[in-house]
Antibody
Framework: QVQLVQSGAEVKRPGASVNVSCKAS????????INWLRQAPGHGLEWLGW????????YYTQNFQGRVIITTDTSTTTAYMELRSLRSDDTAVYYC???????????????????WGQGTMVTVSS | DIVMTQSPDSLAVSLGERATIRCKSS????????????LGWYQQKPGQPPKLLIY???TRESGVPDRFSGSGSGTDFTLTISSLQAEDVAVYYC???????????FGPGTRVHIK
């Protein structure tokens, strides 16, 4: 079945970096995008960025430009999200989610995020 | 960026009664070429990732019970649960996926619980 499986929980010091992985299976990885989002405790959903599995093209929300890097390894159908210069307010559950890969062609977009990973808790604490 | 708002923040509904959640976008989400609004609704239960319920404002995702329905167009949208069941207790989010290039935003969520 179609699924996204994320790496396990992380505890990091302020100023460090964290790398979260998202292993895709059950579908053609290069036909979709992978989105990264986060949810701080008791808060809503915040979209961080997007990567197209076919060509590695990325988009990031401006709030995280320069601090987040999203990559893929097509040989292992895995996406990665690295967040640098961690602060205590980066403590959150981080999710990956599958989406349509169309940057500009609204006519070809169907569903938003139809498959989600289970989430990875990242705790930033001194 | 497109800003999404939702009302109410929290909603208490008796079992079997109707629940109505509203979502408003700061910009038009209707694409006039295909007459579709790029608005999705999600359900999130505690400790779980969100689950897609509705896309294109009113198209139910496969497997979603028909007591869930979406309506609206342009900037104003509604999610209705026609007869609330105990398993519907959750937080509901709307999301726009209209932005090109991708810059997707969510509403702050509405908590639905049993009266």
């Amino acid at each position: 079945q179609v699924q996204l499986v994320q790496s396990g929980a992380e505890v990091k010091r302020p100023g460090a970096s964290v790398n979260v992985s998202c292993k895709a299976s059950g579908y053609t990885f290069s036909h979709y995008a992978i989105n990264w989002l986060r949810q701080a405790p008791g808060h809503g959903l915040e979209w961080l960025g997007w990567i197209y599995g076919f060509n590695g093209k990325t988009y990031y929300t401006q709030n995280f430009q320069g601090r987040v890097i999203i990559t893929t390894d097509t040989s292992t159908t895995t996406a990665y999200m690295e967040l640098r210069s961690l602060r205590s307010d980066d403590t959150a559950v981080y999710y990956c989610a599958r989406g349509d890969p169309y940057e500009w062609e609204l006519l070809r977009r169907n569903r938003p995020f139809d498959v989600w990973g289970q989430g990875t808790m990242v705790t930033v604490s001194s | 960026d497109i800003v999404m708002t939702q009302s109410p923040d929290s909603l208490a509904v008796s079992l079997g009664e109707r629940a109505t959640i509203r979502c408003k976008s700061s910009q038009n989400l209707l694409y006039d070429i295909n007459n579709k609004s790029y608005l999705g609704w999600y359900q999130q239960k505690p400790g779980q990732p969100p689950k897609l319920l509705i896309y294109w404002a009113s198209t139910r995702e496969s497997g979603v019970p028909d007591r869930f329905s979406g309506s609206g167009s342009g900037t104003d949208f509604t999610l209705t649960i026609s007869s609330l069941q105990a398993e519907d207790v959750a937080v509901y989010y709307c999301q726009q996926y209209y932005s090109t290039p991708p810059l997707f935003t969510f509403g702050p969520g509405t908590r639905v619980h049993i009266k």
